[in-house]
């Protein structure tokens, strides 16, 4: 008999192989638990020496589930989704009113929503908004996370949800007000002969901007690779290169005159920014509530 048999698993390890197990990629699990790659391999090592057997098959470059830790996950599954409820049922006796915000686009919250939320709150004195993050955002993230709602970039076609989109995504080139004036930029061409910003959450954006303008000739000529397009907007005002960001994120700082527009055309990228939601009789009506602000907000936009 296993020495084990009697003790629970540590449970520390355990949510940690949930999330490895959800994402079968150790840097995503580490990114959403907010913790080294190498703490994770650590959690799973101890979790398999407790159980005494393997739960993921592995290779060089990538991790994936066998049929013991597939078995498992599942069980597990169940589980925490019955402490979640559980743990809601409680916590609703004496919580305030809260709606739960989960965004995967960071550039968008930090630039756009940010500075128009405080009025959404002023309107709603009586609501306590709650805004979280994550890189992605998908079935799991309402069925064991206090969320009401989610704003992401990915269409979502789960069952029992809806997913409407907000707003469309415009791209527009934007540069600093001292690189103009040095070095013109006039028409699409002239970026040749600048140094571009890139996103490496958005690696192909300069190359579909191009290839959409006509010009897919042109030889991209890139320097500073930055992971978000708030971090490219930053640059762009610091630096003499050239950022391709959404259009909404750099209204205000164009009209203050941090950054020129100097092509003024903004380019439809065929992407747009979706408020994902599903009906709960206890927040239904305050993710309405948002939803319709939100779609008030966006409709000036587009």
């Not at 994936?64 to 049922?89: M, P, R, S, W």
Request: hydrophobic fraction near 40%; proline fraction near 5%.
């Amino acid at each position: 008999m296993n020495k084990n048999s009697h003790r629970l698993p540590p449970l520390t390890a355990l949510k940690t192989f949930e999330v490895v197990a959800r994402h079968q990629q150790l840097k995503t699990a580490a990114n959403e638990l907010f913790v080294t790659t190498s703490a994770v391999s650590r959690q799973i090592k101890q979790l398999e020496e407790f159980l005494g057997v393997d739960l993921f098959d592995r290779s060089k470059r990538s991790i994936e589930l066998n049929d013991a830790g597939t078995y498992y996950a599942g069980e597990l599954k169940k589980i925490f989704d019955h402490v979640y409820q559980a743990t809601q049922q409680v916590m609703s006796k004496n919580e305030r009113n809260t709606l739960h915000i989960r965004t995967s686009m960071m550039s968008f919250t930090q630039r756009w929503l940010m500075p128009r939320l405080f009025q959404f709150q002023q309107d709603n004195p009586s609501l306590d908004i709650q805004l979280t993050s994550s890189s992605v955002i998908n079935e799991s993230d309402f069925d064991r996370n206090p969320v009401d709602i989610g704003l992401t970039r990915e269409p979502f076609d789960e069952a029992h949800f809806v997913c409407e989109p907000i707003m469309q995504e415009q791209l527009i080139v934007v540069c600093s007000p001292a690189l103009q004036s040095k070095h013109p930029i006039g028409k699409v061409t002239d970026l040749a002969d600048h140094r571009l910003i890139t996103t490496t959450s958005r690696p192909k954006l300069w190359s579909t901007y191009f290839h959409e303008e006509g010009s897919g000739d042109i030889k991209i000529n890139t320097h500073t690779q930055l992971a978000h397009f708030f971090l490219a907007i930053e640059a762009a005002v610091a630096s003499l290169e050239v950022a391709l960001v959404p259009l909404p994120l750099v209204t205000n700082d164009i009209d203050s005159g941090r950054l020129v527009a100097p092509l003024a055309r903004a380019l439809p990228s065929g992407e747009h920014y979706y408020a994902v939601y599903k009906y709960k009789s206890n927040t239904e009506h305050n993710v309405q509530k948002f939803v319709t602000w939100l779609k008030v907000q966006t409709d000036q936009v587009n």
